[in-house]
């Protein structure tokens, strides 16, 4: 008893020392958004915490998710936890909330009434595990756009085709005036993500959730799958002749009318935004691929280690709070071209493409993306295959579905 | 101050006295040197034995994340030799290293022998020839990639010379990358080999020469059948440093064509590292380094048993 009045006392001196407008604490915060848009996105959110009275710490690491997750892990792991740090909501960091590293935010989240304000609701599901809230999703992005130069077709002298099965139609035209009909780059997550895209478009919702959140082996065998490897047989002969690499040279490759069209997320937005390029006009955006307009609950969301520093866990609340705050969440998705977890902010500043998917999200066509249903381990495999099947014309259709079929029975 | 000074003294004064100590035991000879090893023998132990064995025992979980002791047989490495991207990784693997063993022994030695011959400005054409040794295999990898680039390189440049059909794009093909990624390695490497077989050839003898040249032996034979069987300790070092690159090669590849186009050029080291740390998946990476360890015993302990065993 004596012991606990000392520590209050003490805790009480200290608390006296600190208080004040210096009482900032220092949050490292780290995080892959460091292209352009997403760098002046993410300047948005340290804007908001920093008016709090505290600073955020930028530790940006550059590459891509998948350069930065393994050095995230590792600090984690390895006891050199920073204050707060991105994944894509989903599994990413099913493990380390498991082992007990990562902070549980269910206090905050009841007082800030998240289950109310967050939607769609599944967003705050796959942060969800045992019951328990662990992270704070930030951001919706989907997969599910085929961005089209008016250009391009324009020069084929083709009508800008308004669905997937018009573009194969005029890709033929395009290749004839020296245009790339579809720009996929050589890094093995666009082409896994864009037979996703197919899957989730050609084949349908129910045919993508059979797939990946049954894991129905038998399905992805058969005619329904075997369609959608003949679509993407046709993407990959339309996107044979793209030497790039990133995904964002081959946006640009649409960009500038040298390719028809891409499969790629609404990040794309941002560089034909860079670009000066007015949806509608300059580009055209079809999400579902204009086959089956639902777009993926993917997207990004912060995640909290464990901290021993009171100061410091009492900043990431505040952080928490901040990011689902409703003025930081328009400021930070209008400069990242995502769409906003919660329903009730008002985004008037939003462009063509962003309503669409605004109007989708307000009907509520959403699935769960990959990310959510799928481990990093399986996601991988699906990498390779992909990554082989569009750069090997070799490997036909019927072997490639079976190794997919293959893959699909031993997921988790 | 004071206090870790006194620590130090109480510390070394039992050392001394067992070494003054006349009893002569065994244990204790050369005991100054025993002690700084230590430390050599605490890493070799710990790090590369203790290591080597943890990472075999938990190859047979089925870690993903973070390791655990969860025993699951020998599925990881089944899934392993019925994973196609592990198998291009050996058949790459294999041709590399075929590659690389014979053409830098072969060019390295050639390269040698010419220096050999008392020519002039021995030292300068040394230094160019062992220059490229000293950039990283990151570096060498990326002026590779643009020298091989079909819109910069080149192709390019023999295109702008008039040959306007000519197409050399090793990178790009998927059926004959592993050989411009060997090119690179091969101007890296060579120089060093020359280097080596230089020095194991300035320690031959004069004397030999000058009696193989009384003896009316042709150069090249002299080289083939006297020098060369001569040189042998220089021939294992060599192999020794070229095999160890081969096993281990894998910056090389991230820097050219980050195993691509689609999966043709992955080495069995970028696997393992990818699915160690982006496929959060240990069971299956420690299973793969393995594999990868197993190779080297294989090819290791023949070797060794010849060459040590034979002389007992």
């Known amino acids: ?412 | 101050m004071h206090t870790q000074g006194r620590d130090r003294t109480a510390l070394t004064q039992p050392a001394d006295e067992m070494s003054k100590s006349e009893r002569p035991n065994p244990l204790f000879r050369n005991l100054n040197a025993k002690v700084a090893s230590i430390p050599m023998i605490l890493t070799a132990g710990v790090v590369f034995v203790g290591g080597t064995l943890w990472t075999v025992l938990y190859s047979f979980t089925n870690s993903k994340l973070l390791p655990r002791l969860n025993f699951v047989g020998l599925d990881q490495y089944y899934r392993l030799w019925v994973t196609p991207r592990w198998l291009i990784s050996i058949e790459n693997l294999l041709i590399y290293g075929a590659i690389s063993l014979v053409f830098s022994l072969v060019i390295g030695f050639l390269l040698a022998a010419l220096l050999d011959q008392k020519i002039r400005f021995e030292d300068t054409f040394r230094t160019i020839f062992l220059y490229p040794f000293a950039l990283s295999f990151i570096v060498t990898g990326l002026v590779w990639q643009w020298l091989l680039n079909p819109d910069f390189g080149i192709q390019h440049v023999v295109r702008g010379l008039g040959w306007e059909s000519f197409s050399f794009d090793p990178l790009y093909n998927s059926s004959i990358v592993i050989y411009g990624i060997s090119i690179a390695a091969l101007w890296q490497g060579t120089g060093l080999i020359m280097c080596l077989m230089l020095a194991g050839l300035r320690g031959i003898d004069e004397d030999i020469w000058k009696a193989a040249r009384v003896d009316g032996i042709p150069m090249w034979k002299t080289y083939l059948f006297i020098i060369i069987p001569m040189m042998r300790p220089v021939f294992i070092t060599t192999l020794v440093i070229i095999a160890s690159g081969i096993v281990k090669v894998y910056d090389l590849v991230v820097a050219q064509t980050s195993g691509g186009p689609g999966i043709a050029s992955e080495v069995p080291a970028k696997y393992v590292y990818d699915y160690m740390f982006f496929a959060q998946n240990l069971g299956q990476g420690f299973a793969a380094s393995t594999m990868m360890l197993l190779s080297v015993v294989i090819v290791i302990v023949p070797w060794a048993y010849l060459e040590f065993g034979r002389r007992k």
């Not at chain 1, 004596?2 to 004040?20: D, I, N, P, S, V």
């Not at chain 1, 003949?230 to 500038?256: E, G, P, S």
């Not at chain 1, 990554?387 to 079976?402: G, H, I, N, S």
Request: glycine share 10%; with cysteine; net charge negative.
């Open chain 1, 1 to 412: 008893m004596r012991y606990k009045l000392l520590t209050a006392a003490l805790a009480a001196t200290a608390a006296l020392q600190f208080a004040g407008p210096a009482a900032a604490t220092d949050l490292e915060v780290t995080h892959w958004w460091t292209s352009g848009g997403e760098a002046a996105a993410v300047a948005e959110l340290a804007k908001a915490f920093d008016a709090t009275g505290n600073h955020w710490v930028d530790g940006a690491i550059a590459g891509s998710g998948g350069t930065a997750r393994p050095i995230m892990i590792s600090r984690i792991t390895g006891g050199d936890p920073m204050g707060a740090t991105q994944f894509n909501h989903g599994r990413q960091a099913e493990e380390l909330v498991q082992a007990g590293l990562m902070r549980d935010l269910t206090d905050v989240a009841t007082k800030g009434k998240w289950t109310e304000i967050v939607r769609p609701k599944s967003l705050l599901d796959s942060c969800t595990i045992d019951g328990k809230i662990y992270c704070v999703p930030v951001n919706i992005h989907s997969w599910q756009w085929l961005w089209l130069s008016n250009e391009a077709f324009q020069k084929a002298g083709v009508p800008v085709p308004k669905d997937w099965n018009e573009f194969v139609a005029a890709a033929p035209a395009l290749e004839k005036a020296g245009i790339v009909p579809l720009a996929v780059g050589g890094q093995a997550w666009q082409s896994s993500g864009a037979f996703d895209v197919l899957l989730a478009a050609v084949g349908g919702s129910d045919a993508f959730l059979k797939v990946y959140k049954d894991k129905d082996a038998k399905f992805a065998a058969g005619p329904e799958v075997a369609k959608v490897f003949k679509a993407a047989d046709d993407a990959r002969k339309m996107a044979k002749n793209t030497n790039v690499q990133d995904w964002n040279q081959a946006t640009n490759m649409v960009i500038t009318g040298k390719a028809g069209g891409q499969i790629m997320g609404d990040w794309a937005q941002g560089e034909f935004q860079v670009a000066g390029k007015t949806a509608g006009k300059d580009y055209t955006c079809l999400p579902g691929l204009g086959l089956n307009e639902v777009i993926a609950t993917g997207g990004d969301a912060f995640y909290f280690p464990l901290l021993k520093d009171a100061d410091k866990a009492k900043a990431q609340e505040v952080l928490a709070e901040t990011l689902l705050d409703p003025k930081t969440q328009v400021a930070f998705n209008l400069k990242k071209g995502s769409l906003p977890v919660r329903g009730d902010v008002d985004l008037n500043a939003a462009n063509d493409c962003m309503k669409k998917g605004l109007a989708i999200l307000a009907k509520g066509a959403v699935i769960p993306w990959t990310d959510q249903l799928l481990s990093q381990d399986t996601q991988k495999q699906k990498e390779d295959l992909f990554a082989e099947f569009f750069a090997k014309p070799e490997l036909t259709v019927e072997d490639a579905q079976k190794r997919f079929a293959a893959l699909i029975a031993s997921a988790d």
